[in-house]
């Protein structure tokens, strides 16, 4: 099963829903609604730490989990800077970036949160480098069906 569609780049640019993400749009913290305020900002931040978040795009009600690379982490991505966590002790805010595939379709997703109010603003851009390599591969895992259909 291919894990991204033949066109991504038209399927975002076309697709509804990927039309709303792609704008500015308000978005909250969605982890552990059962709990305080208090709480869930000192589990926001431990999460964003540990490169981990749960954010809602509040216009259309999406959740996505976003897996970013944490500053206090050592681990090492070949893609770091598309997967980040920026704190900024000074504004209050905690900056994010996390790529991922959703529907078919490579996206970076951007934002920032403020760290106690745990509101902020982000959107999905078109990951055209991730798209590259994800579209080689497709091509690839086709390739290699067609052959081994073509055997028998």
Not at 53 to 77: M, P, Q, R, W
Not at 109 to 114: A, E, I, N, P, S
Not at 143 to 148: G, I, K, P, R, T
Request: with cysteine; net charge negative.
């Amino acid at each position: 099963m291919p894990r991204v569609v033949p066109d991504q780049k038209f399927k975002f640019e076309s697709d509804e829903l990927f039309r709303k993400l792609s704008r500015d749009s308000e978005i909250k913290y969605a982890g552990f609604p059962d709990r305080s305020h208090e709480e869930r900002v000192m589990r926001f931040q431990s999460d964003c730490r540990e490169g981990y978040s749960i954010v809602t795009f509040v216009s259309t009600g999406t959740n996505l989990e976003l897996h970013c690379k944490s500053a206090y982490k050592d681990t090492e991505d070949k893609m770091d800077r598309d997967y980040n966590v920026d704190i900024d002790n000074n504004a209050g805010k905690i900056y994010l970036t996390s790529s991922f595939i959703m529907n078919g379709v490579c996206v970076k997703w951007k934002g920032w949160l403020d760290v106690q109010r745990l509101e902020g603003l982000g959107c999905l851009e078109f990951n055209e480098e991730m798209a590259k390599v994800e579209d080689r591969l497709l091509r690839e895992s086709l390739q290699l069906s067609n052959d081994h259909i073509s055997t028998f």
